[in-house]
């Protein structure tokens, strides 16, 4: 079968599967390594968003099937292997664009795309060494077969199969332990060479090679470890603009010494779309300061079990075949809580209690949520808007979230701090026995109730635009009737500075209307009103 638009749409949708199945058993290879265990995961995800824009927009030619998939990749990856991946699609895209998009790919022009490197001027990545040496083995073997090259479909078999072997020759260099990202590269390969030759053969035959590579010796339960400081975070950013302000980004990405991976495309002008994945300690810092940001999305880094824990069946199971005879990691299965906010001092507070955090979220950029809602392992998903825009923003996101059968839970919140709290209360909930979906009507109730809870608990009122001393009063007697025990302001970007301190005498001045409280203070330096929020 010649590689075509239609094979290779089908060797993703045949990665979507297989990287599904295989999620847990490669999310544990990455906790032997001393990863953050969602390797397997990120890669299944990243396959599937790929697979569904290319269903919905059926290329008729390979060239225009990989740009789709590259313009997938870059705004719905996810994790550095979904970069990994989305860059290996680039290189091929890049060496084959200038072909006649009528014609089929020769065997010297399918060797070329395949011996393309994920290296570009738009792709910064490091490759570990167990990928170089899967590309490498697989690249070498076909460049030298020489100038007779056999037909398309047998020099994928070759490129494929030599892929295996470099993987095997990978985990033998470092003592027989798999590397989850060469592995999820090798299975990409088995894939393509499935849809080729429409034969799984060589696609089972990596799937017991991984068994017996695991199998060997033996290992302690993976851990996910706690990252290190200056990986507390982890942003994902994508940008539209210039070739000049995609540059002017990494250049700061650079001097403030993150780690990242970045890919992007641009037309004829310059003008363009960029994807950064980033790791980082302050999520502000690396917020970019030119082009238009399309999403900036920041998540905790710290392993679910600081927040929940509970533990998974023993095992993981594939095809009849028990891949991972040792204990497997504990699991959290957590709420999946997207939060949106307009307020940058909230971005940590937000992360840190568990949820996917969106800073000024685009309406562009719904695709992306629907995705992220999608992959909710227990198919409920936690929507937290904060004012009224974003409420019609997630009322659009869960309405194609409910068409998927992802149950949706809208917070309805209108302002910060109730998103907030909201927030607080729903992304560290965590199901007993976890079991996927099958939890999730008992999952939904918990939720719903939580934020039925924070609406009986909280009272959010703002501060008039006038002296403290006159605003203050009355807004502190409404809130007051609440009974609070606990008093939060929410400072806005142009609050006046006598604001806070006011608030804190006039709390302690013992007037008859009130009583001293708590007083927590959160300078927002957003554009929302100033807020205050009574909590019993």
């Not at 990545?125 to 047998?154: F, K, M």
């Not at 880094?301 to 990691?329: A, F, Y």
């Not at 019609?392 to 059968?405: G, H, I, N, P």
């Amino acid at each position: 079968m010649p590689l075509t638009a239609q094979t290779f749409c089908r060797a993703l949708h045949i990665a979507a599967e297989e990287t599904g199945r295989l999620a847990r058993f490669l999310d544990d290879l990455d906790g032997w390594g001393q990863g953050d265990c969602d390797t397997g995961t990120n890669a299944s995800r990243t396959f599937y968003a790929i697979t569904c824009e290319l269903e919905r927009e059926n290329p008729h030619t390979l060239p225009e099937a990989l740009e789709l998939a590259v313009h997938a990749g870059i705004r719905h990856s996810v994790g550095h292997i979904g970069i990994l991946i989305t860059s290996i699609f680039s290189a091929w895209n890049t060496q084959i664009k200038e072909n006649d998009h009528s014609s089929e790919l020769t065997p010297l022009e399918t060797r070329r795309m395949l011996c393309a490197f994920p290296e570009s001027p738009h792709v910064h990545i490091t490759l570990i060494p167990a990928v170089q040496r899967v590309l490498t083995e697989a690249q070498t073997e076909i460049q030298q077969l020489g100038s007779t090259l056999p037909e398309v479909n047998e020099l994928v078999s070759i490129f494929a199969s030599q892929a295996q072997f470099g993987l095997v020759e990978a985990d033998t260099a470092v003592g027989g332990r798999t590397d989850p990202g060469a592995a999820v590269i090798t299975t990409l390969y088995a894939c393509l060479d499935a849809a080729v030759r429409d034969d799984t053969a060589l696609l089972h035959d990596l799937t017991r090679m991984l068994a017996d590579l695991a199998a060997q010796g033996e290992s302690p339960t993976p851990t996910v470890p706690i990252p290190e400081a200056t990986r507390a975070f982890t942003v994902d950013v994508l940008l539209e603009g210039m070739e000049d302000d995609a540059a002017a980004f990494t250049r700061t990405l650079t001097a403030l010494g993150t780690h990242y991976t970045s890919i992007g495309i641009t037309d004829l002008f310059g003008i363009g779309i960029w994807r950064f994945h980033i790791d980082t300690s302050a999520p502000l810092a690396v917020r970019p300061r030119q082009g238009t940001i399309v999403r900036f999305q920041v998540i905790d880094s710290r392993p679910d079990e600081l927040i929940g824990e509970d533990t998974l069946s023993d095992g993981v199971t594939h095809r009849g075949i028990r891949l991972l005879e040792r204990r497997p990691r504990k699991r959290v299965e957590r709420a999946t809580v997207l939060t949106c906010t307009r307020t940058p001092g909230l971005v940590e507070d937000l992360a840190r209690s568990g949820a996917i955090v969106l800073l000024c979220p685009d309406v562009r950029d719904k695709d992306s949520l629907v995705h992220i809602g999608y992959a909710a392992s227990n198919g409920v998903a936690v929507l937290v808007s904060c004012d009224l825009t974003t409420l019609r923003f997630t009322q659009a996101v869960a309405s194609d979230l409910e068409k998927m059968k992802i149950h949706t839970i809208l917070s309805r919140s209108t302002d910060e701090l109730t998103a907030l709290a909201i927030t607080r209360a729903c992304a560290p909930v965590f199901v007993p026995q976890p079991d996927g979906k099958e939890n999730n009507p008992l999952f939904k109730t918990i939720l719903v109730e939580a934020i039925h809870a924070v609406s009986q608990r909280h009272a959010v009122l703002p501060v008039p635009d006038t002296s403290p001393e006159q605003a203050l009063p009355d807004v502190l007697r409404e809130i007051f009737t609440h009974a609070p025990t606990h008093i939060r302001l929410l400072l806005a970007q142009d609050a006046d500075a006598a604001l806070a301190p006011a608030l804190r005498q006039l709390l302690e001045a013992h007037v008859s209307d009130w009583w001293p409280v708590p007083l927590e203070i959160i300078d927002g330096a957003g554009p929302s009103p100033t807020l205050i929020q009574g909590i019993q």
